[in-house]
């Protein structure tokens, strides 16, 4: 297979395959319909406009469909996006399958899994170790394959467990530095601030929001499954609250979709460490496509900021 779409810079012709993320029907000035192509590869993604689109456009191509695809590369707005040239659906005679053109974590599920339950292992505290064992063991296949989001940081099959075992790395060494930091509580938060996503989330390929993740959202739907679990092992200690809290106040502020601000210390040191790993996340995405002494496109995630890439 060729080189990855994220290797291509402005100017640059693809003739390559490519998977259809996601496909959003509007209406250009002229009155004619058009498609909104998210496409991507094992390397990252990349926005396309299908101009002057039939019916049998709109039907072949949508989510979860294999493409072959001609174009270029072009600057929109200070982000990339492809030109579509000619574009095809796959078929039997091209020998490729969805799952070559995946993005996927970069390690394999068996691994994270092994990392995660070492630091559960390593949890003293009984109650706080029992809660979250069930709830990983409860959704641990969804949990291995769910991406993180929909979008800007570790939306990418096996994203959410990727993102864990970061942050669990992130969670020992500051751990190791500020001794008087409850680890067993600060592992716990980091392995369950997003499994709700696992019901937010519609699965681990073209993810969008289910209609609870919708309605409700992962930090309450991971705050009543905590609940339920204590209830369910007959766990009656403080632990489970302050569980629940670390849950509600991972993304900071009311502003950013926390309930609640961090009010116990491990919840603070949770907050930064999941900020820490998706902005990094994002970070390395858009460095990976800038050359040595170039700016990155724009990330819209982070206050639409280019970045620098050096050339040392």
Same mark, same amino acid.
């Given at each position: 297979?060729?080189?990855?779409?994220?290797?291509?810079?402005?100017?640059?012709?693809?003739?390559?395959?490519?998977?259809?993320?996601?496909?959003?029907?509007?209406?250009?000035?002229?009155?004619?319909?058009?498609?909104?192509?998210?496409?991507?590869?094992?390397?990252?993604?990349?926005?396309?406009?299908?101009?002057?689109?039939?019916?049998?456009?709109?039907?072949?191509?949508?989510?979860?469909?294999?493409?072959?695809?001609?174009?270029?590369?072009?600057?929109?707005?200070?982000?990339?996006?492809?030109?579509?040239?000619?574009?095809?659906?796959?078929?039997?005679?091209?020998?490729?399958?969805?799952?070559?053109?995946?993005?996927?974590?970069?390690?394999?599920?068996?691994?994270?899994?092994?990392?995660?339950?070492?630091?559960?292992?390593?949890?003293?505290?009984?109650?706080?170790?029992?809660?979250?064992?069930?709830?990983?063991?409860?959704?641990?296949?969804?949990?291995?394959?769910?991406?993180?989001?929909?979008?800007?940081? *570790?939306?990418?099959?096996?994203?959410? &467990?990727?993102?864990?075992?970061?942050?669990?790395? $992130?969670? #020992? !060494?500051?751990? =190791?530095?500020?001794?008087?930091?409850?680890?067993?509580?600060?592992?716990?938060?980091?392995?369950?601030?997003?499994?709700?996503?696992?019901?937010?989330?519609?699965?681990?390929?073209?993810?969008?929001?289910?209609?609870?993740?919708?309605?409700?959202?992962?930090?309450?739907?991971?705050?009543?499954?905590?609940?339920?679990?204590?209830?369910?092992?007959?766990?009656?200690?403080?632990?489970?609250?302050?569980?629940?809290?670390?849950?509600?106040?991972?993304?900071?502020?009311?502003?950013?979709?926390?309930?609640?601000?961090?009010?116990?210390?491990?919840?603070?040191?949770? *907050?930064?460490?999941?900020?820490?790993? &998706?902005?990094?996340?994002?970070?390395?995405?858009? $460095?990976? #496509? !800038?050359?040595? =002494?170039?700016?990155?496109?724009?990330?819209?995630?982070?206050?639409?900021?280019?970045?620098?890439?050096?050339?040392?």
């Amino acid at each position: 297979m060729q080189k990855g779409i994220v290797h291509y810079g402005i100017g640059d012709s693809i003739d390559t395959y490519m998977y259809i993320k996601s496909s959003t029907k509007a209406v250009a000035s002229n009155g004619k319909p058009f498609l909104t192509l998210i496409l991507s590869d094992k390397t990252g993604e990349i926005e396309a406009k299908l101009w002057d689109v039939t019916e049998a456009d709109e039907r072949n191509y949508v989510g979860e469909k294999a493409v072959k695809i001609q174009g270029e590369i072009q600057n929109y707005r200070g982000r990339s996006q492809l030109k579509i040239r000619n574009i095809r659906l796959t078929t039997d005679l091209d020998s490729i399958s969805i799952s070559d053109l995946i993005q996927t974590a970069p390690l394999s599920q068996e691994e994270m899994l092994g990392s995660i339950t070492q630091f559960i292992f390593e949890m003293r505290n009984p109650n706080i170790q029992r809660i979250t064992r069930h709830l990983l063991k409860k959704y641990q296949a969804d949990f291995l394959t769910f991406p993180a989001a929909t979008k800007n940081h *570790h939306e990418f099959m096996s994203g959410l &467990a990727y993102h864990v075992v970061s942050m669990l790395d $992130l969670a #020992k !060494a500051i751990g =190791g530095l500020y001794p008087k930091l409850d680890k067993d509580l600060l592992y716990a938060g980091v392995i369950l601030h997003d499994l709700g996503k696992v019901m937010e989330l519609s699965g681990p390929v073209s993810t969008v929001y289910t209609v609870e993740g919708n309605l409700i959202g992962h930090i309450s739907i991971m705050v009543n499954e905590i609940g339920k679990t204590a209830d369910e092992l007959g766990i009656s200690g403080e632990e489970s609250m302050i569980l629940q809290h670390l849950v509600l106040s991972h993304h900071g502020k009311a502003e950013w979709g926390s309930p609640k601000p961090p009010l116990v210390r491990e919840a603070e040191v949770l *907050h930064y460490i999941d900020n820490i790993d &998706a902005k990094i996340n994002m970070m390395d995405r858009a $460095l990976e #496509k !800038a050359k040595p =002494g170039e700016f990155t496109e724009r990330v819209f995630a982070l206050e639409n900021r280019s970045f620098y890439k050096p050339q040392f």
